[in-house]
């Protein structure tokens, strides 16, 4: 037994000894990933191919040791930047990296930081530009940035929760932020929440300066709330482009059909014919159902009951 620790000992020791370390929950990740990226004809060609060789045979502490040199030598090496992220995204370890880039704390107009963001979209690594815009979110000068592009990534993946906390986090610096009130109301759309709808459009009838395409949201609001008459001067009263959005339409149109038997449909078929220019498919006598014989026959029977 006693030859035995000895022994056990003697490995541990050797094992240290080369920086290695037990098999890791990441090894196989690790081990056989193919998106860390090569340098050539660069000063840091070769940290990042030590950084790489370190990464994958998992001795990690001289490989974190690497990755740090060779940014703080090449900081402006986009490559390199992308290795490490990808490096502590592999390993699941977040935190190490966040703290890194706020010491580092590069400046918003960072072209080095621009083009990092730009490549991970291009190259789809949508999950660790995550990882990277919640790291610029500490740095003095990203954080507005930082929520809103994080805040459209969770709304795009239907994750609301996290997509309105980041948008409230730029409401409390900035009330009217415009692009906050828009997702924010997109938000309530999408959750049914239409009096909170109402408030959000209010307010975009206020801070809006570029985009004045927010009618949308009040015609929305009052139409599911029963407030019909509200909702078609609503209507009414939007831009040509908002008008000519099949959303807009459908709701505009299903407004009419509430408040007439058989509307006149003269105000929307222009926006409509807009529409299928750009490519929309629905015939007019599917989208306006009271403009074929059969469309005014089942509105008939409907509105009296009979079907």
């Known amino acids: 037994m006693k030859f035995r620790i000895l022994y056990i000992l003697y490995f541990c020791s050797i094992l240290v000894s080369f920086g290695c370390r037990y098999p890791i929950a990441k090894q196989d990740e690790l081990e056989s990933d193919t998106l860390f990226l090569e340098l050539a004809n660069s000063q840091a060609s070769d940290c990042n191919a030590e950084g790489i060789r370190l990464s994958k045979s998992i001795q990690l502490d001289q490989a974190e040791s690497v990755w740090d040199k060779c940014i703080q030598t090449n900081p402006n090496e986009v490559v390199v930047h992308l290795n490490r992220l990808r490096f502590y995204f592999l390993l699941d370890e977040f935190e190490p990296l966040k703290q890194k880039v706020a010491k580092e704390a590069p400046s918003r107009s960072s072209v080095t930081y621009t083009t990092i963001l730009k490549e991970l979209e291009i190259?789809?690594?949508?999950?660790?530009?995550?990882?990277?815009?919640?790291?610029?979110?500490?740095?003095?000068?990203?954080?507005?940035?930082?929520?809103?592009?994080?805040?459209?990534?969770?709304?795009?993946?239907?994750?609301?929760?996290?997509?309105?906390?980041?948008?409230?986090?730029?409401?409390?610096?900035?009330?009217?932020?415009?692009?906050?009130?828009?997702?924010?109301?997109?938000?309530?759309?999408?959750?049914?929440?239409?009096?909170?709808?109402?408030?959000?459009?209010?307010?975009?009838?206020?801070a809006a300066k570029k985009n004045k395409e927010f009618h949308f949201y009040f015609v929305k609001a009052n139409y599911e709330l029963g407030r019909y008459e509200e909702a078609i001067k609503w209507a009414e009263s939007a831009t040509a482009g908002e008008k000519s959005q099949i959303g807009f339409l459908e709701v505009w149109r299903d407004t009419l059909l509430v408040l007439k038997d058989f509307p006149k449909w003269d105000g929307l078929l222009p926006y409509y014919r807009k529409a299928v220019e750009k490519g929309y498919a629905v015939p007019e006598s599917s989208f306006f159902p009271t403009l074929s014989k059969e469309g005014r026959d089942i509105r008939k029977a409907s509105r009296s009951g009979r079907s």
């Open 123 to 206: 190259r789809l690594r949508n999950e660790e530009k995550v990882v990277l815009l919640d790291a610029l979110s500490r740095v003095k000068g990203w954080e507005l940035y930082a929520y809103e592009e994080l805040a459209n990534y969770y709304i795009q993946t239907g994750n609301f929760v996290y997509a309105e906390g980041y948008l409230n986090q730029i409401l409390e610096v900035v009330p009217f932020h415009e692009n906050a009130l828009y997702g924010m109301a997109d938000i309530q759309v999408q959750k049914g929440n239409w009096y909170s709808l109402l408030d959000y459009a209010k307010s975009l009838e206020v």
